[in-house]
């Protein structure tokens, strides 16, 4: 199975100035998301009589971060950021919403931030799903983000898993709220949600050795158990990957085989589709003083999606002698990865 090459540069569209709203640490009302992309609700999801869902109320002690930026100018995409890994600063506009976190990357701590919606003249505040609306809000739709404490860990950092979408319906004359992801729903005003959980829907296996064992120090037979579980991870259900010498692209990528990149904060990775023959030698490729663990975290981020695992590809790419080990890392805004590090 060739992946797909998978490419997410988060953008921040939206413009203007607006109140930051609360920045939790953590999700203390989440639940681990399924394997599949199957909607799931967590058990603080409290029923209204109106068949909707709310959300259950947060724990009182939970850390609430007070050092967002002011407007979301100041959580720049891709400008370093010194707020604490898994802030979540969101900011609601005229009818959208941008939400910003500080997530490890390949460069170190960064801000990703992404906007959902672009409608105008909204309430300033989610109306509540069935609240009365006017004639002059008929057929007005506006985004509001999910607060971060109905929210599952798997999607705080993905402002699209938590938008929802209230429109003012005419025949009705009642706001009616929906989730946007997935988009697609047969009946949304009845499967309305207010805590989803949907991740990625990626299934993430460790390999079987101990992760903590640094990278330069593993014997041979460990290294070639990481790659067989790395080619094993790669094809799936597919066949796997050629073992004869490939022709090099322009940029350095075997050709015919299928990689996975991502430019997450600035930063690009890549990973390609290579024989287990081929892994090992970029496994002992710079004799990298990390932990296994550094570079399942970076690798498997790739896999997900491009949405952290662990740490991501922080400690791999700020350790020179690591930035070439299997993932290839490339530097501040590098527009591809670099060149594969050893002969064939």
């Not at 998301?33 to 009589?49: C, E, G, I, N, R």
């Not at 007005?140 to 979408?165: H, K, N």
């Not at 729903?185 to 949600?193: H, I, N, R």
């Amino acid at each position: 199975m060739n992946v797909t090459r998978s490419q997410i540069v988060l953008t921040l569209l939206a413009a203007g100035a607006a109140a930051a709203l609360g920045c939790r640490a953590s999700s203390p009302l989440g639940t681990d998301p399924p394997p599949s992309m199957d909607v799931t609700t967590q058990p603080s999801s409290l029923a209204t009589d109106a068949g909707t869902f709310t959300c259950g109320a947060a724990d009182p002690d939970a850390d609430v971060y007070a050092g967002c930026p002011a407007t979301v100018q100041g959580a720049a995409d891709g400008q370093p950021c010194s707020l604490p890994k898994g802030t979540v600063c969101d900011y609601q506009l005229d009818g959208s919403f941008a939400s910003c976190s500080c997530l490890p990357t390949a460069v170190g701590d960064v801000w990703v931030c992404g906007s959902v919606g672009g409608g105008y003249d909204c309430p300033a505040s989610r109306p509540a799903d069935g609240a009365s609306c006017g004639e002059s809000d008929f057929g007005r739709s506006c985004f509001y983000p999910r607060p971060l404490a109905c929210t599952c860990a798997a999607d705080r950092d993905s402002p699209f898993r938590r938008a929802i979408e209230c429109t003012c319906k005419q025949d009705a004359a009642a706001w009616r709220c929906t989730n946007q992801y997935p988009a697609t729903t047969t009946s949304p005003e009845a499967s309305f949600v207010e805590s989803p959980c949907y991740g990625t829907g990626v299934a993430l296996p460790r390999p079987p050795l101990d992760e903590g064992t640094i990278i330069a120090d593993l014997t041979d037979d460990e290294v070639a158990a990481w790659c067989d579980w790395f080619v094993s991870t790669n094809r799936g259900d597919g066949p796997p990957p050629p073992s004869q010498p490939p022709e090099l692209t322009s940029d350095g990528y075997p050709s015919g085989y299928g990689f996975t990149s991502c430019t997450v904060g600035g930063a690009a990775e890549c990973v390609s589709d290579v024989p287990a023959s081929y892994c090992q030698k970029l496994l002992r490729h710079g004799a990298c003083d990390q932990p296994l663990r550094a570079l399942d975290d970076c690798y498997l981020t790739l896999r997900n999606e491009c949405e952290g695992v662990g740490d991501a590809c922080e400690s791999m790419g700020l350790d020179a002698r690591c930035r070439q080990t299997v993932v290839q890392l490339g530097g501040w805004h590098a527009t591809s990865c670099p060149h594969l590090p050893v002969k064939w």
